[in-house]
């Protein structure tokens, strides 16, 4: 489904996806109202929304549109949404898969419709294998590890495509003190962070900083990683820093998951808690692996709440998680391991 309030950008976008045979185009809408409507009677796995319309704008339909559209996935596609527009951390964190920048000087050199597809197609593949590993009836129970009785040192989130939802749904949840770091690697450009930062810190009404080489770890603030850095640490004498690398990592993502689990792993042993929450592809198993054969625990979020269950099935299929839940429900686990007291 497109909805976009402009009747040429509903033509353009409607001739881009007849252009491929995978693609079906099942509903046009000039508003949100409209749009809602359609819902009603209309089933669509991916739904491309604009932000400026008139009446009530993509934002603030988006939450009515994701109740309406029983599990499609939302594309934003508005002039908008550029790189380090506060519009687009504004949306993935309403639940928004993905975004994308309308065509315009300078963006995607001609190639809008060829990266418009690989979108679309990321988006509606990954709703698809979720489903047919639901259906599936060879597809294995997952194996849970038991969570070790360690104290909690560190707790490591990772999130990639529709995780910004999922984090703000994990740290409204969490005790006010749990007595230990929180780092974030998150998948956005570095020009996002600082958008970034502020909602995670505005969400879960703690202190959220995008960290910088040496910073020590403190307590109950959240440590996001750079966008052009992998969030590392390395513990020095009694005092445990951030290192940051920008080496290639195995998965291709910078920054990526499994630098940040694998050093978490190294510095914190069996006290280190990873989560791993929605996003696309493998990230993060490698470092998954390093923290749980060092005593670690791994928690990964579950296929019913994740918008793209790619990395969390990754670590749960792999037999690393002691927990596979909503994000809320990790929280609350991760509570009751710190034994905190003070609750939201």
Known sequence: MIVDDSTVARAVLSRMIAAHADFELVATAGSAGEALDALKTVRTDVILLDVEMPGASGLEALPAILRCGRGARVLIVSSMAEDGAETTVQALAAGAADTLPKPGIGNFAGRFSEVLAERLRRIGRAERESDAVAHDPEFPPIQLRAMPDAPLGCVALAASTGGLHALLAFLRALPDRIHAPILVTQHLPAVFMPYFARQLESAAGRGATV???????????????????????????????????????????????????????????????????????????????RLVDLGGSMMAQDRHSASIWGMPRAVAEAGLASAVMPPAELARRIGERAGAGSWK
Do not use: T, Y
Request: aromatic share 2%; glycine share 16%.
């Open 211 to 289: 960290v910088g080489e040496g910073r020590l770890l403190v307590d109950d603030l959240i440590h996001i990683a750079p966008g052009d850095a992998h969030l590392c640490v390395a513990r020095i004498g009694g005092e445990v820093r951030v290192k940051l690398e920008r080496k290639r990592a195995p998965s291709g993502c910078l920054p990526s998951a499994d630098p940040m689990l694998f050093s978490v792993a190294e510095a914190f042993g069996d006290e280190a808690v990873g989560v791993m929450l929605s996003g696309m592809g493998r990230d993060g198993l490698i470092g998954s692996r």
